[in-house]
């Protein structure tokens, strides 16, 4: 990323994006505010260019004129040259480099803010050598921090926030090296055929620190399937970006149609994973649960599953504030654009999260990223003439499907089933010695087996019923299903399924007191 030789103070005066500057601009101007700081972005260039690809979709920010504005901003980037890239592929890879460098093709594949990507040839077959940019140095960022405050026309200083610019620094820190990417990417491919997308696979022996090589994945660009009114794309999209977060625990902070392609086999792949993070460990539930409230449209439940996104715990006193901000957002007319409804619930929920005083969280916030850009995505298909459809609500059980015949798939492995095998014997080692003991007390007199039709003040401690040990079986089932699979469960029937859990473990419990 090549820093900026240009003053921003006088970038943004001549835009008219400065309180002392509007005096100075012709009005009314042709473009809009949003329109002018898309364009001063574009001519600052460097991280200034970088931070409009971060504003772009973000709602919680920008009104969706300006969101629109901003979204054709065009990324003109010089990229790394052929030269270097075959340079680096003959000193990294001595056996293999000297005979891959001349096949590089003239132009590069792909440049993004943080990404070369060339085709070449292995042998018969063409792949992909991406090298990443180098990064970038804290003093860019210092003086970015300081350049970026000249930004001060009063619909746009919020966006030049402490908050919102520590968050910027994270999200241009998650692409800097190919180790990271190439991390992410391994443990997508041990998943192998139990997710719908298809991923690059880097090949182990060709890849190193400096660059990651795996097969070109060929296919017609989401953008341009958008473009044609395509029916389906957005709907492979969102059940992309669900199985992401929902299944892979990861979250694309860069999502772009043009890094997308439809497969001959009319599957979805992602010809490179720009900007991957983490979601925190443990909420998968969370995730399951507020993704299928907010498509229903249930309030209660949406709201406890984003806090629980949003600060890992539950919190009362937050969910009631957050309720509160809920209620103050004023939905947003989409004007000549058609909008799905889960996306309006969607946006709605980020533009109040984003007003509670705790921390942001990176992954949340491109989680909600993606979903309104699917949602305009889908705005310009509908254009083009696709039928209008909520592609997000379509995409859930789907992916939710899929995760099911993952789990069945799992549980009836051969792994899987030596660990229920050993919970089996551990289990029938319990039952066989319970049953020593109960046959010790019958041979000593001092216990009678049989229908228990005493009454309760003339009932024994080695009275026990023959109903006891079948109905504390089928509790055990019961509540070990609704532990596993509960959360899968409709958001209409989440609260009997909670329910039910308790219910069984207090089951469980009063029999555990009967068998003494």
């Given amino acids: ?249 990861i979250v694309e902070c860069d999502l772009r149609l043009d890094a997308m392609v439809v497969t001959a086999e009319g599957k979805l792949a992602f010809r490179r994973l720009s900007r991957a993070t983490a979601t925190p460990p443990g909420l998968t539930a969370a995730a399951l649960e507020y993704v299928a409230a907010a498509i229903a449209r249930n309030a209660a439940l949406s709201t406890r599953a984003l806090l629980r996104l949003a600060i890992s715990y539950e919190s009362p006193v937050l969910e009631r504030e957050l309720v509160s901000k809920l209620s103050a957002v004023d939905p947003e007319l989409k004007v000549h654009r058609w909008f799905p409804a889960s996306v309006e619930t969607f946006e709605a929920n980020w533009r109040a999260v984003s007003r509670l005083d705790v921390p942001r969280s990176l992954f949340l916030d491109c989680l909600h990223r993606n979903l309104v850009a699917i949602g305009y995505w889908i705005g310009d298909s509908i254009r083009a003439g696709a039928p209008p459809k909520d592609a997000i609500a379509d995409a859930q059980w789907p992916v939710v499907g899929r995760m099911l015949r993952s789990r069945m798939a799992a549980l009836i492995s051969p792994d899987t089933a030596l660990e229920w095998a050993a919970s089996g014997g551990l289990l029938a080692l319990g039952v066989m010695k319970e049953a020593s003991r109960i046959a010790a007390e019958v041979r000593d007199n001092r216990l009678s087996m049989g229908f228990d039709i005493s009454r309760r003040q003339d009932r024994t401690e080695t009275t026990r019923p023959t109903w006891l040990l079948p109905f504390g079986l089928l509790l055990l089932s019961i509540f070990l299903i609704c532990l596993r699979w509960g959360n899968m469960a409709p958001p209409i029937l989440i609260l009997p399924v909670r329910a039910l859990t308790i219910a069984t473990f207090a089951g469980l419990f009063w029999v555990v007191l009967r068998i003494r």
């Fill in 1 to 249: 990323m090549t820093r900026t030789s240009q003053d921003p103070v006088a970038v943004f005066s001549r835009f008219g994006l400065r309180p002392d500057s509007l005096i100075r601009v012709a009005l009314p101007q042709k473009e809009t505010l949003a329109v002018r700081l898309r364009q001063a972005l574009e001519e600052l260039g460097g991280i200034y260019l970088a931070f409009g690809v971060y504003l772009q979709w973000r709602s919680d920010l920008l009104t969706s004129g300006q969101i629109e504005a901003l979204s054709p901003l065009a990324l003109d980037l010089p990229g790394i040259s052929r030269q270097k890239v075959a340079e680096l592929l003959i000193s990294r890879l001595p056996d293999k480099g000297g005979a891959i460098a001349p096949t590089l093709a003239d132009t590069p594949e792909w440049v993004t803010l943080n990404r070369t990507g060339f085709r070449a040839r292995v042998e018969d077959q063409f792949v992909i050598v991406q090298v990443p940019h180098p990064p970038v140095p804290d003093a860019e960022i210092v003086a970015f921090r300081k350049g970026i405050l000249a930004l001060g026309a009063p619909e746009l200083a919020h966006v030049a926030q402490p908050e919102i610019l520590r968050q910027f620094e994270e999200w241009l820190r998650t692409a800097e090296t190919a180790g990271s990417e190439r991390d992410f990417l391994d443990a997508i491919g041990n998943y192998g055929v139990n997710i719908g997308t298809v991923y690059p696979l880097p090949v182990p022996y060709l890849c190193t620190e400096d660059f990651l090589i795996w097969p070109l994945i060929e296919g017609e660009t989401a953008a341009a399937l958008v473009a044609k009114g395509d029916p389906e794309i957005c709907s492979s999209v969102a059940g992309a970006i669900l199985e992401q977060f929902c299944v892979l625990a």
